[in-house]
C-alpha cells in the first residue's frame, strides 16, 4: 500500500496516542457520556471519482480551462489515513467537538489528451504527478434529540474549514489550485444499541445547494471493550465539490475504517 509522507507521518502521531489513551481508561458509560472524549481513526482510503476543471471561464488572460479526470493519474489504490476528534459533553444532552481530517492523494499518470489547467497547458501521453489535497478542519455542537428504547439521535451544526489544494506537475511545468474558506454543515449521529456492548452508528454531516455540495458519512459496528474504552470499524464516504463562475470540482473519496474511543 503506498502511503504519502504527509499522511504517513499523521498516522505515526495519531498511533502513538494509542497506549496513553488506553492506560487512562477506566470503567463507566458507553460513547456519549459527560465529559471529555476522544476518537481516533484510521485504516485505508481511495478515490473513485476525481472531475477538475479550473477556470470554468476565461478570467482575463487565461483562458477556460478542460474538464478532466484526476483519477487516472492518482490511481485506485488504497493509501493509509487517519484523523482525530476530540469532544465534551454535558448534562447528557449537548455536545461540542472539533475534528481534524487530513487527506493526500497522489500519483503519476498521463493524460489522454491535452489538458488546460490553471492557464497551463499540459501534453498528452506524458508522465504527469498529481496531488489531490483536502484538509478539513471541523467545530461543531450536538444536541441530544432523541433516546427511545434502544434508539440515540443527536442533531446539531458544524463549521467546516476546507484547507484544498489540486496540483499538477509535467516536467518543468507545474500549476495547482488552492483553496481554504469556511463551509457550513449540518450533522446528525443515530445509534442503535444492539447488545449491553454492542451498537451500530450512523454519523453525518452534510449540506447541499446550487453551488455545491459536500458529505462525509460514516457507518460503524462498535464493541464497548471497557465503560470508557470503545473500539470500532466500518466504512465512511467522502463526498462533493464546487461548481461556480472560477471551479469546477467533484469528488468520491470512500473508507474502510477501524476507530479507538476514550472517555475520561
Known amino acids: 500500500m503506498y502511503m504519502s509522507d504527509p499522511t504517513r507521518n499523521a498516522v505515526q502521531r495519531l498511533f502513538a496516542f494509542l497506549p496513553l489513551l488506553a492506560a487512562l481508561a477506566a470503567p463507566a458509560a458507553y460513547g456519549f457520556e459527560d465529559g471529555l472524549g476522544v ?3 484510521s485504516g485505508a482510503v481511495w478515490q473513485s471519482r476525481n472531475d477538475v476543471q ?6 482575463g488572460a487565461t ?11 492518482l490511481g ?10 476530540a469532544s465534551y459533553t454535558w448534562r447528557d444532552t449537548h455536545q461540542v467537538y472539533v475534528l481534524y481530517a487530513p487527506l493526500t492523494l497522489q500519483g503519476v499518470g498521463t493524460f489522454a ?22 484538509d478539513s478542519y471541523r467545530l461543531g455542537y450536538r444536541y ?4 427511545r428504547d434502544i434508539w440515540d439521535l443527536w442533531v446539531g451544526a458544524t463549521v467546516k474549514i476546507r484547507d484544498a489544494d489540486i496540483a499538477l506537475r509535467q516536467g518543468t511545468l507545474s500549476a495547482n489550485r488552492a483553496n481554504t474558506g469556511p463551509v457550513p454543515l449540518l450533522n446528525l449521529v443515530a445509534r442503535a444499541q444492539l447488545a449491553p456492548r454492542w451498537s451500530i452508528l450512523l454519523d453525518a454531516e452534510g449540506l447541499a445547494a446550487p453551488q455545491g455540495r459536500a458529505i462525509d458519512a460514516a457507518l460503524k459496528l462498535r464493541y464497548a471493550v471497557t465503560d470508557k474504552v470503545g473500539v ?8 462533493g465539490g464546487a461548481d461556480n463562475k472560477t471551479v469546477y470540482t467533484f469528488a468520491t473519496v470512500h473508507y474502510a475504517l477501524v476507530s479507538l474511543d476514550v472517555h475520561f
Not at 63 to 73: D, K, N, Y
Not at 232 to 239: F, K, P, V
Open 39 to 41: 476518537e481516533l481513526e
Open 54 to 59: 479550473s477556470p470554468t471561464r476565461p478570467a
Open 63 to 73: 483562458p477556460a480551462g478542460t474538464r478532466f479526470s484526476l483519477s487516472p493519474l
Open 76 to 85: 485506485g489504490d488504497a493509501e493509509a489515513y487517519g484523523r482525530v476528534r
Open 113 to 134: 489528451a491535452p489538458v488546460s489547467f490553471q492557464g497551463t497547458s499540459f501534453a498528452a501521453s506524458v508522465p504527469t504527478q498529481a496531488k489531490y489535497r483536502f
Open 144 to 147: 441530544h434529540l432523541l433516546q
Open 232 to 239: 470500532g470499524a466500518g466504512y465512511r464516504i467522502l463526498e
